[in-house]
C-alpha cells in the first residue's frame, strides 16, 4: 500500500514556481529520501503535506484516499507528523509542554500535567528515545531536542514522518543513534519520508528516492538500483565530479600562528580551550568539525569579532590576539563570514556600497569626512565584472541578489584588498552545484597566488576536496591533523567524535 | 542608489498621498456622525491656515517645531531606532534653553545663540541615556525613551518650581537679548509670532540629509541601523555609533524645545501633561517616509491642519480634536503600508487566476 | 501617624487600581507577542465610555461594561495593524493613543457644547466594606473597604494566573508570544491567538480607565488618564509579565503615587519633592531593564510580526 502519494503538485510563489507538476509516492514501511540541492523545492513540497501550504494544482492520496490537507491541524488528524531541521520548540517550556502544545490532556478545562507527563514517558521508553519528561527545553542537548520533536509527532498517533535534514546538527555517534531510531520506528509499522541531500546517508538507511531539481519531479528510483554518482547527477542535472582540480600546495612561510587559544562562547563557557594551529603561505587548511565545536569562535577571535582571554594569536610575526576587528582588518586578514546574511552583507545597501564596508573611509573612497560616490562606484563596478557578480546595476539592493551572487560579492570585496590571510567560513553554505564549483576555483587561485587560507566547513566533502592538510577541531581543540590524500572517513569520524588517532601531518 | 531611493521614493510619496486622503475621509465621516458638515469644515480650515498674512506666519510657527521633531524621529528611524523620546528630549530642550535664558546675562544674538546651544545639548543628553544603555545593555530604547519622557517632565516641573521660581507655576519672560523673535520677518507676517526657529528647521534638514547620505558618519551610522553584525564585522564600533545616532537625534529634539521657547512662548510653565510635539514628530517622520525634504512636507501638512483645525473651531464650530483622529488614521494608514498590502492582495489573486486557469 | 499609614496604605490600592487592571490587560497582549504602547488610549475611551453610559443609563455597572466593550473595539485596529498587516507594532500603539484621546475630546465637545470635561457622575461606583473584616485596624479599611473595582482587579489576577499557566489557551496564548512558528505547526492558530490577546487587553485597559473615572473621579476629561496608562505599562514589565509581577509593581508604583499626594502627612515632602516620588516608578523601570533591578526578560517574539509557514 502506499502510504503517501502527491501527484502533479504545483505551488506558485510570487516571481518563482516552487514545485512544478512533482509527484511523490511513499510505500507503507519504508523509508523514502527526498533528495534535491538547496532551493530545489523539497521544504515547499513537504510544508504542503504537512498542510503549511495550500497547493496550487494536484492531488494528495494518504493511504490511497484522497484527501485535502487544509491545515496541520488536518495533517495531525491524518497521521502526517513532521520532525523540523530548525527545531520547533518553545525554549522556556518544559519537554512535555511543548509536546502537548495543541492537543493538550484536560480535566476540568486545566491542563492535566500528570497525565501527560506519564504519556510522554510512556512512549520514550517504547521507541528507546530517552527524553526527561520534565526538563526544560533550553536545558538539554541538541540531540535531546531532537528526540523530543519526533516525540511530538508520535504523541499525536503519527505514523507517517517526515525528518527535514535530521543530521546537519548531529555528531556521527549521534546521527548513529539516530538512526537506530528510525530503525525502530520502521519496524514499528511507522512509514519515514527523509529529506536531504547528503547522498551516503540515503544509500545507507533509505529504500528508495524521490529526486527533484529546480521545482521539477526527476524521478524516482529503488536505492538497490543506484549508486552514488547516478544520485548526483540527478540532483544536479549533469554529471558531477567529485574532486577539484588542483595542483599539489606549495606551502611557504608561516603567515598565522595561534597558541593555546582559549574563548568563551556567548554564554561564558570556554568554547576554544587551548587551541594550537599554524597556517602556511601557499596552502589550505581545512577545519573539519561537528557544528558547536569552537568553530565560530575560533574565527572570531582571529578576526577580533570575539575576545580570547588567553593564548596568543601571530599574523606574520607581529600579536593581532584582541585587536580591534578594524586593525585586524588593516594588518590583512580578509575574512567570508560564515554567515553571509548576518554578517557579510548590509542586505538593504546597494550592492555597490556593499563593496567598500571595510575602506569606506579610506582614500579614495572618502576625502575628509565626504564619501566620493563616483570613486566608490567605479571600484564595485570594476569588481561586480571580475568577479562575474550577477545584478542587474551596483544600485540594486544587495538583498535582491541571489545567494550565490551575494557570496561571489563577499569573495570579490574580501579578496580585491589582498590580505595575506583568507578566513573562508562555509563558503558555500545554501549555494547550487554551479556557483560552489567557482567559488572552489576562487579559493584554489587565491592559494596559488600564495595566500595563506583557513577553510571551515561542516560539510566534510567540502574540507576533503579542498583543503591540503585538515584539521579536526572537537571541543574547542584541534582534536588531530589528517593529510586528505591519505586519510579516511573512519579516521575523520572518529577524530570528529571525540576519539584519538595517533597520525600528525607535518608538512 | 540613486535608482533605489527613487524606487523607494515614488511608492511612499504614493503611500503617503493615499493614506492623507483616507485620513482626512475618517476625520471627514467622524463629523458627519457628530451632525457637523466636513466640507464646510475643511474649506474653513484650509482657508483659516492661509486666510491672512497673520495665519500664513503662524502656520509656519507651527511647523517650525514639527519639522525638527520629524527629522528627530526620522533620523533615528533612517538608523535603526525608534526614538520615542522626543518629547521628553523637547522639554529638556526648553528647560536648557530657559535657564540659559533666565540665569546668563549676554548680549543680545550671542545670548540667544548660547540659549540654542544649551537646548541642543540638553536633548543630546537626555538621548544619550537610551543610546548608552541600548548600545551597552542591551535595553529597547522604546521602553527607557518613554520613561525618560516621563522623567524630564516631572524634572522641569520641579526645576520651575523649586529653582527658577519661588513656587509658582510659570517662570518669568525671558529677556530680549535670548529670543529668537524677529522684528522684521514678524512684521513681513503682520505681526505673527514666527520666528527665527524656522531658519533652524530647514538647516536641521539640510544638515540631516546631508550627514546620512554624504558623509563617512553617515555610512556608518546607516549600516549599524541595517545591520549591527555586519557593521561590527566591517569594523565599525557599533555602541558609539548607536549612542551617536540618538545624540544627534536628541540634538533636533533640543532644538525643537529651544526654539519654541525661545521664539514662541518666552518662558517655561509647569505642565501637567506633554505638548504632544514629540510624539506628532512620530507621525510627521513616518507621513515624510523618514526623509529629510519629506519630513518637512508632511510637516508642513501637519502644521497647516493643526493651526487650521484651531481655526475650524471657532468658525465652523468642529472639535479641533478630529484633526487628532486624521493624524491617528494616517499613521494607522501610513503604518500599515495599505497600497502595499492591496499591491500584494493583488498579485497573489493574479496567480491564484492562473492555477485555476490550467 | 496609625491614620497617616492607614490613610498612605488605603492611596495606595486606590492608586494600584488602574494600573493593575491595565497592566494584566498589557499582559496578555504582550504575551501573545504584541506590544502594546497603546494602552495609555484604551484606558483613555475605557474611562470616556464609563461616564458617558454611567450618566446616560445612570448605572455604574452598564458603564464599568461598555468601557469594556469600547476597549475591546479600540484594540482591534491595534490588532489588524500589528497582526494582519505586520506594521510595526509601536507605531500602531502610538496610533492608537492618537486616535483615542482625539475620538474621546472630540466627542465631549461635540456632545457638550464644546466644553472641555463632561459634567459630574453623580452615580459613581460606591466603596463596597466587606462586612467584619474592614474593622481590622490599619489594612482593613485600606484593603476591605475600597471600590468594587479594586476587589474585580485582584480577582483579576488569579484568574489571569490561572488562564495563563494552567489552561490550554493560556500555554497556547504564551507558546504564541515565544515561539509562533513551533506553535503554528502543532495546529495552533496564531493569528487567532494574537487577536484574542490584544482584545483581551483592550477590555481589561478599558476597564482600567473605568475605574479611574467613576471611581476614583467622577468625570472625563483630556487630563483624565495622563500617563496611567504609560505606568501600567511600566508595571507590566518591572512585574517581568507575570500576573503577580505586575501585582507587585503595581502595588508599588501606588505606593509612589501615594507618597507623593500624602507625602506631608507624615512630613515626607519636607526632606523629598513630590516630583522626585512620582519620578520613582519611571527610574525604577530603567533599572529594572537595565539588568540592576534583577533582569526583565520579555517574550522572545515579541514585536514580531508572524507570517505563516516563514522561519
Known amino acids: ?507 | ?358 | 501617624m496609625i491614620n497617616s499609614l492607614t490613610d498612605i496604605l488605603a492611596t495606595t490600592i486606590l492608586y494600584m487600581t488602574p494600573l493593575l487592571l491595565t497592566a494584566m490587560g498589557g499582559l496578555f497582549s504582550e504575551r501573545s507577542g504584541v506590544v502594546n504602547i497603546g494602552l495609555e488610549g484604551l484606558m483613555t475611551i475605557g474611562a470616556f465610555t464609563a461616564v458617558i453610559t454611567t450618566l446616560e443609563t445612570h448605572n455604574p455597572w452598564l458603564g464599568l461594561i461598555a468601557a469594556m466593550i469600547a476597549g475591546m473595539l479600540f484594540s482591534i485596529p491595534h490588532a489588524v495593524a500589528s497582526i494582519t498587516f505586520k506594521a510595526d507594532q509601536v507605531v500602531s500603539g502610538v496610533a492608537i493613543n492618537f486616535l483615542a484621546l482625539g475620538v474621546a475630546v472630540y466627542l465631549v465637545k461635540a456632545l457638550y457644547e464644546g466644553a472641555g470635561q463632561t459634567p459630574d457622575v453623580q452615580e459613581v461606583l460606591r466603596k463596597m466594606p466587606i462586612p467584619g473584616l474592614e474593622k481590622i485596624p490599619v489594612i482593613g479599611p485600606a484593603l476591605f473597604d475600597v471600590f468594587p473595582t479594586t476587589y474585580l482587579a485582584f480577582i483579576i489576577v488569579f484568574i489571569g494566573y490561572f488562564v495563563l499557566y494552567r489552561t490550554p489557551f493560556g500555554m497556547r496564548l504564551r507558546a504564541v508570544g515565544e515561539h509562533p512558528q513551533a506553535a503554528e505547526t502543532m495546529g495552533v492558530n496564531v493569528y487567532r491567538m494574537r487577536y484574542t490577546g490584544v482584545i483581551i487587553s483592550g477590555a481589561l485597559a478599558g476597564l482600567g480607565g473605568a475605574s479611574l473615572s467613576i471611581a476614583i473621579g467622577s468625570q472625563f476629561s483630556e487630563s483624565t488618564i495622563a500617563g496611567q496608562g504609560f505606568i501600567a505599562l511600566a508595571a507590566l514589565i518591572f512585574g517581568k509579565w507575570h500576573p503577580f509581577g505586575a501585582l507587585g509593581a503595581s502595588a508599588f508604583f501606588g505606593f509612589a503615587v501615594a507618597l507623593a499626594l500624602k507625602g506631608q502627612l507624615i512630613g515626607l515632602t519636607n526632606y523629598v519633592p513630590s516630583e522626585a516620588l512620582s519620578m520613582l516608578p519611571y527610574i525604577l523601570t530603567i533599572l529594572a531593564l537595565a539588568g540592576f533591578v534583577g533582569r526583565a526578560e520579555a517574550p522572545a517574539a515579541i514585536g514580531k510580526p508572524f507570517e505563516t509557514g516563514g522561519r
Not at chain 1, 547527477?233 to 567529485?242: E, I, K, N
Request: aromatic residues 8%.
Open chain 1, 1 to 507: 500500500m502506499n502510504a503517501v502519494e502527491m501527484k502533479g503538485i504545483t505551488k506558485r510563489f510570487p516571481g518563482i514556481v516552487a514545485n512544478d507538476r512533482v509527484n511523490l509516492t511513499v510505500k507503507q514501511g519504508e523509508i523514502h529520501a527526498l533528495l534535491g540541492e538547496n532551493g530545489a523545492g523539497k521544504s515547499t513540497l513537504m510544508n504542503i503535506l504537512f498542510g503549511l501550504y495550500q497547493p496550487d494544482e494536484g492531488e494528495i492520496f494518504i493511504r490511497e484516499k484522497k484527501t485535502e490537507i487544509t491545515g496541520p491541524n488536518i495533517a495531525g488528524e491524518l497521521g502526517i507528523g513532521m520532525v523540523h531541521q530548525h527545531f520547533m520548540l518553545v525554549d522556556p517550556f518544559t519537554v512535555t509542554e511543548n509536546i502537548i502544545l495543541g492537543s493538550e490532556p484536560t480535566q476540568n478545562g486545566m491542563i492535566d500535567q500528570r497525565k501527560a507527563e506519564k504519556e510522554v514517558q510512556a512512549i520514550s521508553d517504547r521507541y528507546g528515545l530517552k527524553v526527561d519528561p520534565r526538563a526544560k527545553i533550553r536545558d538539554i542537548s541538541v540531540g535531546m531536542q531532537q528526540r523530543v520533536e519526533i516525540l511530538k509527532t508520535l504523541y499525536r498517533g503519527a505514523d507517517i514522518l517526515i525528518f527535514d535534514e535530521p543530521t546537519a546538527v548531529l555528531a556521527p555517534k549521534e546521527i548513529d543513534e539516530l538512526i537506530v531510531i528510525m530503525e525502530n520506528l520502521v519496524k514499528e509499522g511507522k512509514t519515514i519520508i527523509f529529506i536531504t541531500h547528503k547522498l551516503k546517508e540515503i544509500m545507507r538507511i533509505c529504500d528508495a528516492v524521490t529526486i527533484i531539481r529546480q521545482g521539477k519531479f526527476i524521478g524516482r528510483v529503488d536505492v538497490a538500483d543506484t549508486d552514488e554518482s547516478r544520485l548526483a547527477s540527478m540532483m544536479v542535472g549533469r554529471d558531477v565530479s567529485f574532486t577539484v582540480d588542483k595542483k599539489p600546495a606549495q606551502p611557504k612561510e608561516t603567515v598565522l600562528s595561534i597558541r593555546n587559544l582559549r574563548v568563551k562562547n556567548s554564554r561564558g563557557v570556554d568554547a576554544v580551550r587551548g587551541l594550537d594551529m599554524e597556517i602556511k603561505a601557499g596552502e589550505i587548511v581545512g577545519l573539519a568539525g561537528v557544528d558547536g565545536n569552537g568553530q565560530s569562535e575560533l574565527i572570531e577571535a582571529i578576526t577580533g569579532l570575539k575576545s580570547a582571554h588567553k593564548g596568543e594569536i601571530v599574523l606574520n610575526g607581529k600579536a593581532i590576539t584582541n585587536l580591534k576587528p578594524k586593525a585586524i582588518t588593516h594588518r590583512g586578514v580578509g575574512h567570508i563570514p560564515e554567515d553571509r546574511h548576518r554578517r557579510g552583507l548590509v542586505l538593504d545597501f546597494s550592492i555597490g556600497e556593499n563593496m567598500v564596508l571595510q575602506t569606506f573611509d579610506q582614500k579614495p573612497f572618502a576625502k575628509g569626512w565626504t564619501l566620493q560616490y563616483p570613486q566608490i562606484f567605479k571600484h564595485a563596478k570594476r569588481l561586480i565584472k571580475e568577479f562575474d557578480v550577477r545584478t542587474p546595476d551596483i544600485h540594486t539592493p544587495a538583498r535582491a541578489l541571489s545567494g550565490g551572487n551575494q557570496q561571489k560579492g563577499i569573495i570579490a570585496r574580501e579578496v580585491d584588498r589582498d590580505p595575506d590571510f583568507l578566513i573562508a567560513a562555509q563558503p558555500t553554505r545554501g549555494l547550487d552545484v554551479g556557483a560552489i564549483e567557482g567559488i572552489h576555483r576562487r579559493l584554489i587561485e587565491q592559494r596559488d597566488k600564495g595566500k595563506a587560507i583557513l577553510l571551515m566547513s561542516l560539510e566534510l566533502e567540502e574540507v576533503w576536496q579542498l583543503a591540503d592538510r585538515i584539521a579536526v577541531i572537537y571541543e574547542g581543540k584541534i582534536a588531530g591533523w589528517v593529510d586528505p590524500a591519505t586519510t579516511t572517513e573512519e579516521e575523520i569520524g572518529l577524530l570528529m567524535a571525540g576519539g584519538q588517532v595517533g597520525t600528525e601531518v607535518s608538512s
Open chain 2, 1 to 358: 542608489m540613486q535608482v533605489l531611493s527613487k524606487i523607494n521614493k515614488q511608492s511612499s510619496i504614493f503611500t503617503s498621498l493615499v493614506s492623507v486622503f483616507l485620513g482626512l475621509l475618517v476625520g471627514g465621516v467622524m463629523m458627519i456622525l457628530a451632525g457637523y458638515n466636513p466640507i464646510q469644515a475643511y474649506i474653513a480650515l484650509f482657508q483659516s491656515a492661509f486666510l491672512q498674512p497673520f495665519d500664513i506666519g503662524e502656520t509656519i510657527r507651527t511647523i517650525t517645531p514639527l519639522i525638527l521633531t520629524g527629522l528627530a524621529v526620522g533620523l533615528a528611524f533612517r538608523t535603526g531606532l525608534f526614538n520615542i523620546g522626543v518629547e521628553g528630549q523637547f522639554i529638556i530642550g526648553q528647560l536648557a534653553a530657559v535657564i540659559v535664558a533666565l540665569k546668563l546675562d549676554l548680549p543680545p544674538v550671542i545670548h540667544a545663540i548660547v540659549a540654542v546651544i544649551a537646548g541642543a545639548l540638553g536633548g543630546a543628553l537626555w538621548a544619550f541615556l537610551p543610546g548608552y544603555l541600548k548600545a551597552k545593555r542591551g535595553v529597547h530604547e522604546v521602553i527607557t525613551t518613554i520613561m525618560l519622557n516621563f522623567i524630564a517632565l516631572y524634572l522641569s516641573n520641579l526645576t520651575v518650581r523649586e529653582w527658577l521660581t519661588d513656587g509658582a507655576d510659570k517662570t518669568k519672560e525671558i529677556p530680549e537679548s535670548a529670543s529668537l523673535h524677529w522684528n522684521m520677518l514678524s512684521q513681513l507676517f503682520d505681526s505673527s509670532r514666527v520666528h527665527f526657529g524656522i531658519f533652524i528647521a530647514i538647516v536641521a534638514a539640510f544638515f540631516m540629509y546631508y550627514l546620512l547620505w554624504k558623509t563617512t558618519t553617515g555610512y556608518q551610522l546607516r549600516a549599524v541601523g541595517y545591520n549591527p553584525h555586519a557593521s561590527e564585522y566591517a569594523g565599525m564600533n557599533v555602541s558609539r555609533n548607536i549612542v551617536l545616532s540618538m545624540m544627534i537625534s536628541g540634538v533636533f529634539a533640543g532644538l525643537a524645545g529651544a526654539s519654541e521657547l525661545l521664539g514662541t512662548a518666552g518662558y517655561q510653565a509647569i505642565q501637567a501633561s506633554y505638548t504632544g510635539i514629540g510624539f506628532d514628530g512620530i507621525a510627521v517622520s513616518l507621513l515624510g517616509g523618514n526623509s529629510p525634504l519629506g519630513i518637512v512636507l508632511s510637516a508642513s501638512l501637519f502644521g497647516i491642519l493643526t493651526y487650521g483645525g484651531s481655526n475650524m473651531e471657532y468658525v465652523a464650530a468642529v472639535p479641533r480634536e478630529v484633526i487628532r483622529v486624521v493624524f491617528a488614521a494616517i499613521i494607522f494608514f501610513v503604518a500599515a503600508n495599505i497600497v502595499r498590502w492591496v499591491a500584494q492582495r493583488r498579485k497573489k489573486k493574479v496567480i491564484d487566476k492562473g492555477g485555476e486557469g490550467k
